[in-house]
Nanobody
Framework: QVQLVESGGGLVQPGGSLRLSCAAS????????MGWYRQAPGKQRELVAS???????NYADSVQGRFTISSDNAKNTVFLQMNSLKPEDTAVYYC????????????????WGQGTQVTVSS
């Protein structure tokens, strides 16, 4: 079984910073990519940022230059450093990963974390 566990959400004032973490655990052979999505009330879930196994990154236009995604491959962990936060960044942030398990290495499985709330408000 594979689990993604997020941490680091909370309440922050506009202009502030937060750092989210997501650790993948279980019978993991390899991780192809990890990413962060978010979903605000009444809106669809959207990609915030992603990082591949080679370190290549991708960002939503709305967070480019403010958010930074990074990973610690040895610990199967991905981070999202969020700076200059705005009220419109308020959402539940979900970790996502494409993982190959030891039991079936030829298949890529997609997993989601349980989500962590980020609220940007004065």
């Amino acid at each position: 079984q594979v689990q993604l566990v997020e941490s680091g959400g909370g309440l922050v004032q506009p202009g502030g910073s937060l750092r989210l973490s997501c650790a993948a655990s279980g019978s993991i052979f390899s991780i192809n990519a990890m990413g962060w999505y978010r979903q605000a009330p009444g809106k669809q879930r959207e990609l915030v940022a992603s990082i591949g196994s080679s370190g290549n990154t991708n960002y939503a236009d709305s967070v480019q230059g403010r958010f930074t995604i990074s990973s610690d491959n040895a610990k199967n962990t991905v981070f999202l450093q969020m700076n200059s936060l705005k009220p419109e960044d308020t959402a539940v942030y979900y970790c996502n990963a494409d993982i190959r398990k030891y039991s079936l290495r030829s298949t890529l499985y997609n997993y989601w974390g349980q989500g962590t709330q980020v609220t940007v408000s004065s």
